[in-house]
């Protein structure tokens, strides 16, 4: 099996990388079958983005040396070639933000957690929210709205209250943060295949940004969202993890 070798530059990945480079044969990515990536959760979000700014994504194995480490395996040199062949693949869709500026600046960029849109000021953002074209809801008051993946349903999204989606579910959280008006309102499940659009209200007024994992757009006036079914990524688990086990089992921690 092909491998390649990629490592957060941190003392603990860094000593891990060499650990392996010594027992283990590796070669480019381009040649890979196989990505193994050593840090945690934020620098796997960047390895993965930057496969996908490659347009050629490959399997990602990755062992945990950062600090939480909920899409990575445990760290073990040992038996790292029986580990991949073994492996269990998790296949995800990542979202598509395109946001236009106040300016008309036009980005486009993926996610795979979640795509948010926050306040810049001390006052409330003012959004209007549209799906599939239909506008659902007229203006919402708040510090932000964010759309997240299943993936991503157990990061940014569960710590502003939104629910824990199972990774084989085929469906989105849409998740206020601190909403203002209307004050009870706690979000919506939607399709996976949804279009998501928000348009900020009193832009100049009340400037927003919009950030798709760890790209943020600034002063925003239009962000439309939607799941892209043209790319698929594969996250390989050692058997025994069982990614969709851990993220059902979040629900019934305290």
Request: proline share 7%; hydrophobic share 50%.
């Amino acid at each position: 099996m092909k491998l390649a070798l990629l490592a957060s530059p941190t003392p603990p990945a860094e000593a891990a990388a060499a650990e392996l480079r010594a027992a283990y044969e590796w070669g480019p990515i381009a040649d890979a079958e196989v990505v193994v990536a050593l840090g945690g959760d934020g620098f796997l979000l960047q390895v993965l983005h930057a496969a996908l700014d490659a347009k050629a994504p490959k399997p990602m194995f990755g062992m945990n040396l950062g600090t939480v480490g909920f899409m990575m395996n445990e760290y073990s040199a040992e038996g790292l070639v029986e580990r991949v062949r073994a492996a269990k693949a998790f296949k995800l869709n990542p979202l598509l933000m395109t946001a236009t500026t106040v300016s008309g600046e036009v980005v486009r960029s993926p996610a795979i957690n979640e795509v948010s849109l926050l306040r810049e000021t001390r006052q409330a953002a003012k959004i209007e929210i549209s799906i599939d074209g239909r506008v659902r809801m007229a203006e919402l008051a708040c510090d932000g709205v964010l759309v997240a993946t299943p993936a991503g349903s157990t990061a940014y999204n569960l710590s502003a209250n939104g629910p824990i989606l199972p990774l084989q579910s085929d469906l989105l959280a849409l998740t206020p943060i601190s909403p203002f008006r209307p004050r009870r309102w706690r979000g919506a499940l939607l399709p996976q295949a949804s279009m998501i659009e928000f348009r900020v209200l009193e832009a100049a007024k009340r400037p927003v940004s919009a950030v798709a994992d760890q790209l943020e757009v600034r002063d925003v006036a239009h962000v439309a969202v939607t799941s892209d079914k043209s790319v698929v990524l594969d996250l390989l688990f050692d058997p025994d993890y069982a990614l969709d086990d851990r993220i059902v089992m979040e629900q019934f921690l305290s």
